[in-house]
């Protein structure tokens, strides 16, 4: 399931797929200018809103595999952060410094 959620700089999508038993859980972001875009759910800022810590192991990587008790727990927090404009201002800023110190390579085709 993709939910897409928009920001003013970024787009967001909460993505959650189901396999047998587990899921593939990540919140991608993209930045609407330039159509860079990265995974960033092991963010320090969206990691304290899923009380996550920073020594998990399973933040090492940038999509999670869960089970899907977990991955739904995540996609609902992830809604609602998201659909917060507090907290998406907050986090854009966040973004806006993540990019500057280190590039975002992965790119999609923009479409108006």
């Known amino acids: 399931m993709i939910t897409k959620i928009k920001g003013r700089k970024y787009s967001f999508e909460v993505i959650s797929e189901n396999e047998d038993k587990d899921s593939c859980f ?3 972001a993209i930045d609407k200018h330039t159509g860079r875009y990265s ?3 092991n963010l320090n800022a969206i990691l304290s809103e899923f009380n996550i810590g920073i020594d998990d ?3 090492e990587d ?13 996609e609902k927090t992830a809604k609602q ?5 507090l907290f ?3 986090l854009e800023r ?4 993540d990019r500057m110190l280190g590039e975002w390579e992965n790119k999609i085709t923009l479409t108006t």
């Open 62 to 74: 940038s999509m999670w595999v869960l089970t899907r008790k977990d991955a739904c727990y995540l």
């Open 94 to 97: 966040q973004l806006d410094e």
């Open 26 to 28: 990540f919140i991608k």
């Open 88 to 90: 998406r201002d907050y």
């Open 81 to 85: 952060i998201l659909l917060d404009p």
């Open 57 to 59: 192991p399973k933040i």
């Open 39 to 41: 995974c960033i759910n």
